[in-house]
Nanobody, 115 residues
Framework: QFVESGGDLVQAGGSLRLSCKAS???????????MGWYRQAPGKQRELVAT???????GYAESVKGRFTISRDSAKKMVYLQMNDLKPEDTAIYYC????????WGQGTQVTVSS
């Protein structure tokens, strides 16, 4: 359902922009969905990082507030996550999905932040 990209190895303080293509979601379903970015660090449960409504209202986990920005392009069925001032604790596999009614997960994209 989702194809994530943009992950990389960066130094602390660096930036990355993640992209997610909702390749199999019907456009009308995508446009009405609240979309989210999630992450899973080694040995930890997957956690919600950010959400965006069809009206572009956004929400963020406290740990990323002020550093990450979620956005979407409805015409392209894309969701983005701009990550600034990255910290080693941001190291994880990042996934996107529909919030609160998840569809099959994609492969995710690996973000590694070195100190």
């Amino acid at each position: 359902q989702f194809v994530e990209s943009g992950g990389d190895l960066v130094q602390a303080g660096g930036s990355l922009r993640l992209s997610c293509k909702a390749s199999r979601m019907i456009t009308s379903t995508f446009n009405s969905a609240i979309m989210g970015w999630y992450r899973q660090a080694p040995g930890k449960q997957r956690e919600l990082v950010a959400t965006i409504t069809h009206g572009r209202d956004t929400g963020y986990a406290e740990s990323v507030k002020g550093r990450f920005t979620i956005s979407r392009d409805s015409a392209k069925k894309m969701v983005y996550l701009q990550m600034n001032d990255l910290k080693p604790e941001d190291t994880a596999i990042y996934y996107c999905n529909r919030y609160n009614l998840e569809l099959p997960w994609g492969q995710g994209t690996q973000v590694t932040v070195s100190s």
